[in-house]
């Protein structure tokens, strides 16, 4: 069973920043993040794909939110920065994992939350 432990999360003010963490516990095709505000469906936010390095944001916070990884230790970090009260919620950090030929499986994390007041 693939382990996704987060970390990082907290309260901010409007236009702050926070970091979060997101360790797997094995090598991951794609890892990213997705967030739920209350009342609402979780949403993404950013992914990576691993060998290649290649990301995407939702529109909602490209230029303020940046992914980073770590090879060696299977972490994805995700800055957080110009910090909107709309970016209040639970952020899960989402993965694809290989696990054979032609298998591919989504692991989730078990969600941290960051509240930005305005």
């Known amino acids: 069973q693939v ?8 309260s901010v003010q409007a236009g702050g920043s926070v970091r979060l963490s997101c360790a797997a516990s094995t090598s991951v095709y794609a890892m990213g993040w997705f967030r739920q505000a209350p009342g609402k469906e979780r949403e993404f936010v950013a992914v990576i794909t691993w060998s290649t390095g290649t990301t995407y944001y939702a529109d909602s916070v490209k230029g303020r939110f940046l992914l980073s990884r770590e090879n060696a230790k299977n972490t994805l970090y995700l800055q957080m920065n110009n910090l909107k009260p709309e970016d209040t919620g639970v952020y899960y950090c989402n993965a694809d994992v290989i696990e054979a030929v032609a298998v591919v499986r989504n692991y989730w994390g078990q969600g941290t939350q960051v509240t930005v007041s305005s």
């Open 3 to 10: 382990q996704l432990v987060e970390s990082g999360g907290g």
